[in-house]
């Protein structure tokens, strides 16, 4: 079994900033790619940020310059930060990854989501 659990979220003022946190547990042998996709109302989920492996990064054009994903390996889990908040960002903010389990069996995993707010 493998768990993600993001932490962070919560109701912000337009320009602040927040930090999300997903940490993934259970029976791991290795994770590819972390990521952070984020879903509004009335609207498909869509890419934020992925970080490879090895560091490869993308991001959404519209969080480009303001938001910035990082992993810490050495505790299977990625951050989002999040500074310049807009409106426009509010979602439920869902963290993935591609994870290799101890029976070598290899899937994509998804959080729980953490509501982001951004009031204007």
């Known amino acids: 079994q493998v768990q993600l659990v993001e932490s962070g979220g919560g109701l912000v003022q337009a320009g602040g900033s927040l930090r999300l946190s997903c940490a993934a547990s259970?029976?791991?042998?290795?994770?590819?790619?972390m990521g952070w996709y984020r879903q509004a109302p009335g609207k498909q989920r869509e890419l934020v940020a992925r970080?490879?492996?090895?560091?490869?990064?993308n991001y959404a054009d519209s969080v480009k310059g303001r938001f910035t994903i990082s992993r810490d390996n050495a505790k299977n889990t990625v951050y989002l930060q999040m500074n310049s908040l807009k409106p426009e960002d509010t979602a439920v903010y869902y963290c993935?990854?591609?994870?290799?389990?101890?029976?070598?069996?290899?899937?994509?995993?998804w959080g729980q989501g953490t509501q982001v707010t951004v009031s204007s």
């Open positions: 970080i490879a492996s090895g560091g490869r990064i």
């Open positions: 259970g029976s791991i042998f290795s994770i590819n790619a």
């Open positions: 993935n990854a591609d994870i290799t389990t101890r029976t070598r069996y290899t899937q994509t995993y």
